[in-house]
């Protein structure tokens, strides 16, 4: 594969703090590679430098040719477009992909900027523009985001088409195994280079980590037991330094012999302690074995205490309606205590407006969705917004006691973030920093049922696999609203699908839900091939027929007109 990037030698740092050292790679046409890291680890600076907004302090980057076209999607997802001119010189490619994408509201001079787009349909539409430019490289800075399957579907799909190479940050790793080919990650300022998709790099890593562990416990061996060697050796010199340099008297003047002796064996002793010495630092500046890096663990503990009936949550005859605007109606389901639920729909199919109508932030149009009251709910939003920006962390958890206090910053601490960002106003917070003081605030609660929007959205890798498994430990109820299907996947066992105007109750999970309906299209499609030929048969028959009869009988006006409806019949099935 031709070569289109190069970067050599790169350094770049903020003030006093390295983000990247030394680093070296090539991007070559047609590959796909996932840019992954701890948040702050410099995923989003590397994208950045990739692109030429900012520059090295070091090293050289090299597009191959220069004017290489690339397409950069920032991770923000408050776009905006100049509907005038791009529809006038894109619009029906861009109508089309966007289309494809899910994005049902029209594009309106007014609408296509406006607030009437959600984040997901502002962020399907950056994507959609993009395409149009028909870029060599792509730089997307977590593309799926907000984005509902169908989108993240179709975008596996074009990247799995596309010809040119693709750098991608994410943290949806079933998106990753999908569409990726290597991986680079960047750790302490380096970057470490692994062939394979997400699940591939995981393995590797943990291949990497267990032999570094035993060859490091094996060095560490090798060490201590040169160690207790020199150790002997020295006391064995001392003691011969110590019968050597007894002062002579005259009864001692028959031992000169013995003395010189003690000499010659304490000199030899310490010729072999440099020996020994100089060796095992020889060996250790060639082969040295660093101490594997323990992963950070991320620590989510939930208290429940379980004391609920069976049913806790019913809907009947649930309708939501805004105006002409109807998002579900007619709707019948229910949720039991410690179940765990996947909330799933299109966006804008109304899984955020129904999770408010939960917490009775918003009314319903008709029917009733009872709860039990003595419920305690835990709600963690997807926004980030709604928090008292001029606090800080720990004023905005507003905890009383010292235990309490002592174990929020432990969970602080376990989650990364360090001390001095506690003391600090929400704003100059990153969103990853923020979602995790909004977890650590949901964490100190005492709750019986978690209600999740997009938990895992600015959290990275190791964040998200460490609440799937304390999630997993859970004794409460779970409603989940995610686009990481690796998430989903795992997490819930029970799904609420929005879809066709209804929220209804599937009691699989994503998987077999979505196998499922493909088992489904696969008869449909069967269904209609069966009835295209019978159609074609009878087409055929009619044809024949036709051709030997009267063009001005009724007969022949009859078979025509079937004939049109058999064809128009045909069209629609095909």
Known sequence: MTMILQVKQMNKSFGERDILKDISFDIRNGEKIGLVGWNGAGKTTLMKLLMGSIKPDSGSISRIPATLKV???????????????EMMEEAKELLRTQSELGLVKSLTKDGA???????????KLALAKIWTQSPQLLCLDEPT???????????????????????????????LDKTVSKIYEIEDCKLMEYEGNYTAYRQEKQRRLDLQTRDYGKQQRKIKMIEDQVANLKQWSEKAHREAGKRDNPG?????????FERVKAKKKDNQIKSKTK???????????????????????????????????????????????????KSHF???????IGLIGENGAGKTTFIKMLLEQESTTKGSLWKSASLKIAYLSQEVSDMPMDKTAMEFLDLIGWERVSKARTIFANMGMHEEKLTKPLETLSLGEKTRVKLVHMIMQEYDVLILDEPTNHLDLPSREQMEATLSTFNGTLI????????????CEKLLVIENKRIKRVETGLKEYEESKREQVSSSEKEAREKVAILEARITELLGKISMVNRDSQEYSDIDNELLKLMQLKKELA
Do not use: C
Request: net charge neutral; hydrophobic share 30%.
């Open 71 to 85: 397409g950069y999607l920032p991770q923000s997802t408050d776009y905006t477009i100049n509907t005038d001119q």
């Open 113 to 123: 900027s406006s607030d009437n787009l959600s984040g997901g349909e502002r962020l």
């Open 145 to 175: 985001n907000h984005m509902d399957l169908k989108g993240v579907h179709w975008l596996v799909s074009e990247l799995n088409k596309f010809a040119g190479a693709a750098v991608i940050i994410s943290h949806d790793r079933y998106f």
């Open 252 to 260: 001692e003047r028959k031992q000169m012999g013995l003395k010189e």
């Open 279 to 329: 060796r095992l630092e020889l060996e250790l500046s060639k082969h040295k074995v660093e101490k594997p890096k323990e992963e950070v663990q991320v620590k989510f503990e939930f208290e429940t205490d379980g004391k609920r009936g069976k049913r806790i949550l019913e809907a009947k005859g649930l309708t939501k309606q805004y105006g002409d605007r109807l998002l579900f109606e």
């Open 334 to 340: 229910y949720v039991k205590h410690g179940e765990r």
């Open 480 to 491: 989940v609203i995610s686009h990481d299907r690796y998430f989903m996947e795992k997490l």
